[in-house]
């Protein structure tokens, strides 16, 4: 699994990943007793891809297709697309590509960009076959996906049984239409990196970690803000 956040504010959209690969293995120990193992492979995985300065491009669920890392399968999509597409274009061929695979892999993507000077975030689920679109016209916020219950659960109300009672705890609403650009790449951060450090604690598998790639998209252009590079 992963954790990608897609912000959109008036200035520009906000992309980020994580950068794990984990794998799932069953060992049979003995009288029968079988034992689920979740290891993390590895720190290093590419989430974020960026087309022509334009299109920004994330990945989450599964990471690997007939064991190669997805990565991979997501360049070479990009590198025969005809020039100039647009986002729902993109999008709607980054579904053909991927469902082309059998099974069908559980991957999701969201494809972000403008396209004629309107924000556009996209959200694919190839398993399901569906795109749709995640921002409402005129709107500042956020999408997120993967991995996001420790995200949701710090951003919602929560309520402290009393007896009989639900009492609400101190809730302070994030307003999102106040966010300047770099309130979205602060907050992107923020959120994958306080989502890896809580499941450290936590007894679960340790499906998100490594370095954090941001990309930030304008009308005029994308750029990298983070982005892992090799030794």
Avoid: C
Avoid at 98 to 123: C, D, I, R
Avoid at 195 to 218: C, L, Q
Wanted: glycine share 8%; proline share 6%.
């Amino acid at each position: 699994m992963s954790l990608v956040i897609t912000m959109y504010t008036r200035e520009g959209i906000v992309m980020a990943a994580d950068s794990r690969a984990t794998l799932n293995m069953v060992r049979q120990e003995r009288e029968g007793q079988i034992v689920h193992i979740n290891v993390i492979q590895s720190d290093t995985v590419r989430k974020l891809f960026l087309f022509e300065s334009r299109i920004g491009i994330s990945t989450f669920g599964e990471a690997a297709i007939n064991g190669v890392p997805i990565s991979g399968y997501v360049d070479t999509f990009l590198s025969g697309l005809k020039p100039r597409m647009d986002v729902n274009g993109l999008a709607s061929e980054l579904l053909k590509f991927f469902a082309l695979f059998e099974p069908n892999p559980k991957a999701g993507f969201h494809v972000a960009g403008y396209e004629k000077g309107e924000q556009l975030v996209m959200q694919v689920l190839v398993d399901k076959k569906e795109i749709k679109r995640v921002n409402p016209p005129g709107t500042q916020g956020a999408a997120w996906a993967g991995e996001s219950d420790i995200l949701t659960r710090l951003l919602q109300p929560l309520y402290e049984k009393r007896k009989e009672q639900f009492i609400q705890l101190p809730y302070f609403q994030i307003p999102w239409g106040f966010f300047t650009l770099q309130d979205a790449i602060e907050f992107v951060r923020f959120a994958i990196r306080t989502t890896a450090d809580s499941m450290r604690f936590m007894p679960r598998p340790k499906t998100v970690g490594g370095p954090i790639d941001v990309i930030a998209i304008t009308p005029e252009e994308g750029i990298w803000i983070n982005k892992k590079d090799l030794k």
